[in-house]
């Protein structure tokens, strides 16, 4: 290996200083702005390192051209070498002017150095040369393109070097090859080759198309469909995407009442504030590393889950305590009674930590995201808070169904009087599940803290949906939740487009409104012969 | 039992209000009766006198703030009567009466706007708001509200027809309890992200304010406000007695049946919807008309009325002054309303503490509210 890059720098070394063909170089620097730019194309299909000096001292603004002594000259720091040959110059000629680059003449060097780095053998270099050149296709030489395509390696890039030279090809004027290069755009993934596209397909102010050539047009439209197409397949798969995501942030709301007010019929209004309560704790955490932790900052959120956890579920112990245990069997004011209580909460938040919202900051990690699309990138935060939602939605699953906590809640559920008699502790059980559901609040609060805002409002905007949730998928029943949340999520998603986000929200409530009436069990009906008391 | 055309509902309960059951209750009392002519007196002939007759500096002189303050606390009176009605005597507890008296106000402002007449800030036709949207007429539901009593119908139509048709809905299906406050609180909560929009057509985000007159007399002229208020005492005892009226009749006892008992009620041969439907909408009306005395006497109504925390302090007046006891929401809401104006000047940061501590001490310590104390004493 060693031996194999001390050869290419040995051949690099050599070629710099070989000669590179005068006429070239003495119409980049005496010749007009077409022949400049030929002129520069010719030196990017050389694929030389001299040649690349060149342009990079050209658009350094280091090259000088003297008509009279038919030279071009690269001063650097008033030593002056010829730029054909690499020999030295003593003395400059009195009429060298700099070379003007214009911004034509700039794009064209540019797109010739990106030409140079396809070369390397480095694959983010060379992305962002294919980048540079996606930019502007056009001035692009075909020759030099076909050679980097038949050079590169890695797949991805070669698509959209073949796009690229697809592009290039349009500028041209070779008919069949235009019609093949049409073909080849309509693979394309990027809606900025649909620009390239439209001019085919474009009317004059008199009604004629400006291209003549019915066939060309003809393929140009169907491949601006099929790009179109494409567009919204990812739109399509943008809503789904954004649908979950949403779904899943109010999954992780609706989950604790699920618990709450699902299993133990506690309707609980300050529900919304134990989730404010974990994405509070998430931000203190978060200061506790920064100030004390700074080194393992990207790592505060495994500590934040179990404090938010712990916070939400050791308030929610307290409110089950001194409020909800005298309020069983009344919902109406245990509706008002923990009103109340969010109020409180609310304020206590304004007081002790201002009413402005705190900043909580994604970890590195879960910046940026995958690029599905050009027009489609799924952030890492989305995923990972729909990963954890399914991972809280099967941690609460097993703990209900295959747990003696979760066996003695669902008993408790069913029949309070008669899980009493064979000795469950009725009222420890509903203090630990009310905890249990206060604490994937707290859960819920702590994923929410790294999408949205935190402030003291943050559980104002939750309730009434997460409500709908269990509403909407049946209360008592997990799986219902899992289903109302995401359907919530994804239908308002799949409304926005068309309706903007606030009226998409009010036909989604409108909706529930009425499908709860059409089915008041909700979607997953509690199986028995429970008679309303 | 499913339900036969609603003519004989409406049949079945003229009856049950014409039926005098035996051993009836009298109206009011002979203290009720005097407290009803101590109220008349006190609305329409000491209030005028304390706010336009005696000189201002006097001890019995009521400030215009006063007379505001007293007028306001009054249309809210009326909401918790109206909120007692369906929860107190009926058992549905309605989180979205706040959109009933939202309704009500938007129909009068719409009425003030139209008042405004060229006097606005841009000297157009239309209110300021749709100037500033560009709109070069009004839209259709705009129309007919330059009269007054198109005004009027409006106030009690839209929310009589709104919650006829959901409750319609919602007591068919047996939606009840905590289920129905929860789809009433989102009902109200959409309505309000609705006319925070600009392009509902109700001023957006700003709502109506900046009223000039009304039925062409200067709506801050001190005359207009005692009027206004007057017209608010009477509405409030007028829908005290009325009140008074049903939940003493033998159709106020099938609700209270309902509250206590729906199942056995429908077992009797009762159909339970009808009668829910019934003061359901006429509690939605009396919103309605609260909100309507409200916006002229404050001089403003935005869409921020409809959030569900207003509707849920209907409830906590009717709450604290006592449920099902009519004279006790009265109470509530003016000892709540009271308090919110002492704190929010005096310690504005407490008074959500205050308020939080008044729903759980209230629902934990005094199910029955002010009037149950007195009441219990008395027994």
């Given at each position: 290996m060693r031996t194999f890059f001390f050869v290419v720098a040995l051949a690099l070394s050599t070629l710099a200083t070989a000669a590179l063909p005068p006429d070239v170089v003495l119409k980049l620097g005496t010749g007009d702005g077409d022949e400049r730019i030929e002129a520069v194309r010719a030196l990017a299909g050389m694929q030389d390192a001299a040649a690349r000096a060149l342009i990079e001292a050209v658009l350094a603004g280091q090259a000088q051209a003297s008509e009279a002594a038919k030279q071009v000259l690269v001063v650097v720091d008033g030593k002056a070498t010829?730029?054909?040959?690499g020999a030295a110059i003593a003395t400059i000629p009195p009429d060298a002017e700099d070379l003007v680059v214009n911004n034509r003449l700039r794009r064209a060097l540019e797109t010739a150095i990106a030409t140079f780095a396809?070369?390397?053998?480095?694959r983010s270099a060379r992305e962002t040369a294919v980048a540079a050149l996606e930019k502007d296709p056009?001035?692009?030489?075909e020759g030099m393109l076909d050679a980097a395509i038949a050079r590169e390696s890695d797949p991805e890039l070669r698509m959209r070097l073949g796009l690229v030279h697809a592009a290039a090809t349009l500028a041209g004027d070779d008919r069949a090859k235009k019609l093949d290069a049409i073909g080849r755009l309509?693979?394309?993934?990027?809606?900025?080759t649909r620009v390239l596209l439209l001019p085919f397909v474009e009317k004059n102010p008199d009604g004629s198309?400006?291209?003549?050539d019915g066939e060309l047009r003809a393929a140009a439209q169907a491949a601006i469909d099929a790009i179109d197409a494409r567009g919204r397949t990812s739109a399509l798969g943008g809503s789904v995407f954004y649908g979950i995501s949403l779904g899943s942030i109010l999954l992780l709301a609706a989950l604790g009442l699920a618990i709450?007010?699902?299993?133990?019929g506690v309707i609980n209004m300050a529900h919304g504030e134990l989730l404010m309560i974990g994405a509070y704790a998430t931000w203190l955490v978060q200061g506790f590393f920064r100030t004390h932790l700074p080194g393992a900052v990207d790592w505060y959120l495994a500590a934040a889950i179990p404090v938010a956890f712990a916070s939400a579920a050791i308030v929610g112990v307290i409110i089950e305590r001194t409020v909800i245990r005298y309020l069983y069997g009344r919902p109406l004011e245990t509706l008002l009674a923990t009103f109340g209580i969010s109020l409180l909460l609310i304020q206590l938040v304004r007081t002790f930590f201002g009413a402005q919202n705190v900043e909580v900051a994604n970890p590195s990690w879960m910046s940026g995201g995958i690029t599905i699309a050009t027009n489609l990138t799924l952030p890492w935060n989305r995923i990972s808070i729909i990963a954890f939602s399914a991972l809280v939605v099967g941690l609460v699953w097993l703990i209900l169904n295959k747990t003696r906590l979760g066996l003695f809640v669902r008993a408790v559920t069913q029949n309070r009087a008669m899980a009493s008699c064979v000795g469950v502790p009725t009222r420890r059980i509903d203090m630990l599940a009310f905890g249990l559901g206060s604490g994937v609040a707290g859960l819920g609060g702590c994923a929410l803290s790294q999408v949205g805002n935190v402030g003291p409002d943050l559980g104002q905007a939750f309730i009434i949906d997460s409500f709908m949730a269990v509403v909407l998928g049946g209360v008592g029943q997990l799986a219902g939740t899992v289903v109302g949340s995401l359907g919530l999520g994804v239908a308002s998603k799949f409304l926005e487009p068309f309706s903007g986000a606030v009226l998409a929200k009010i036909i989604v409530l409108v909706m529930i409104v009425l499908f709860i009436q059409r089915?008041?069990?909700?979607?997953?009906a509690l199986k028995g012969r429970a008679a309303d008391a | 039992m499913r339900d036969g055309p609603p003519m004989n509902a409406i049949a079945e309960l003229a009856q049950v209000v014409r039926n005098d059951a035996p051993g009836r209750t009298p109206l009011f009392t002979r203290t009720g009766w005097a407290l009803l002519v101590a109220a008349l007196v006190v609305n329409c002939v000491l209030v005028p006198i304390a706010a336009l007759v005696v000189p201002e500096g006097s001890p019995f002189a009521l400030s215009a703030y006063g007379l505001t303050l007293a007028g306001k606390i009054m249309c809210y009176a009326l909401c918790a009567v109206a909120l007692d009605l369906v929860w107190?005597?009926?058992?549905v507890l309605s989180l979205g009466h706040g959109l009933f008296f939202a309704l009500g106000g938007y129909a009068m402002g719409m009425y003030l706007m139209r008042q405004i007449g060229r006097e606005g800030v841009y000297q157009s036709d239309l209110p300021d708001f749709m100037v500033f949207l560009d709109w070069k007429a009004f839209p259709w539901?705009?129309?007919?509200?330059?009269?007054f009593l198109w005004a009027i119908a409006m106030i009690v139509l839209v929310p009589g027809v709104i919650a006829f048709v959901f409750g319609w809905f919602a007591f068919r299906s047996r939606v009840k309890g905590v289920y129905l406050s929860i789809i009433t609180q989102a009902l109200t909560y959409a309505a309000m992200l609705l006319f925070f929009?600009?392009?509902?057509?109700?001023?957006?985000?700003?709502?109506?304010?900046d009223f000039k007159r009304i039925l062409g007399f200067p709506i801050t002229a001190p005359g207009t406000r005692v009027v206004l208020f007057m017209i608010t005492g009477l509405a409030l005892i007028g829908f005290l007695c009325l009140g008074r009226a049903i939940v003493n009749s033998k159709l106020g006892r099938v609700l209270t049946a309902i509250r206590d008992a729906e199942t056995r009620v429908m077992f009797s041969g009762y159909n339970p919807v009808y009668f829910k439907l019934f003061i359901w909408t006429l509690s939605a009306v009396i919103c309605g008309i609260a909100g309507a005395l409200y916006v002229p006497q404050v001089g403003i109504i935005n869409p921020?009325?409809?959030?569900p925390a207003n509707s849920i302090e209907i409830a906590i007046w009717t709450a604290v002054g006592g449920r099902?006891?009519?004279i006790g929401p009265v109470i509530g809401a003016a000892a709540v309303s009271l308090a919110k104006s002492f704190f929010t000047q005096a310690l504005p940061e407490y008074w959500l503490y205050m308020l939080g501590l008044i729903f759980i001490l209230v629902t934990l310590?005094?199910?029955?509210g002010i009037a149950g104390l007195w009441m219990g004493k008395r027994k």
């Open positions: 010829d730029a054909a040959t396809l070369a390397t053998s480095d056009q001035s692009v030489d309509a693979e394309s993934r990027s809606s900025s198309f400006k291209e003549a709450t007010y699902g299993l133990m089915r008041p069990q909700g979607l997953f | 107190g005597y009926c058992g539901f705009w129309h007919g509200s330059d009269s929009r600009n392009d509902t057509g109700f001023g957006g985000n700003n709502g109506f304010t921020s009325e409809m959030s099902g006891t009519l310590y005094l199910p029955r």
